[in-house]
C-alpha cells in the first residue's frame, strides 16, 4: 500500500485511481479472509501431542 500510495502522489501516468482502489480493496479482503481461512485449517489438523506418558 505503500508503494500504490507513492505512485498515486506521482500522478495518473503511474497509478489510475481506479487500480489504486482495486489494490485497496484486495487488501482490505485478504486481510479479513486469511485469519478465517486460517483458523478453520488449524482446527482440521490432528492435535499433537505434548507430554510423553509411560
Known amino acids: 500500500m505503500i508503494v500504490m500510495g507513492k505512485g498515486l502522489s506521482l500522478g495518473e501516468w503511474a ?3 481506479q487500480v489504486f ?7 482490505a479482503v485478504t486481510s479479513i479472509l ?18 510423553v506418558s509411560n
Open 34 to 51: 486469511a485469519p478465517i481461512i486460517l483458523r478453520s485449517l488449524l482446527n482440521k489438523l490432528p492435535e499433537i501431542p505434548t507430554g
Open 21 to 27: 482502489a482495486a489494490m485497496v480493496v484486495v487488501s
Open 15 to 17: 497509478v489510475s485511481n
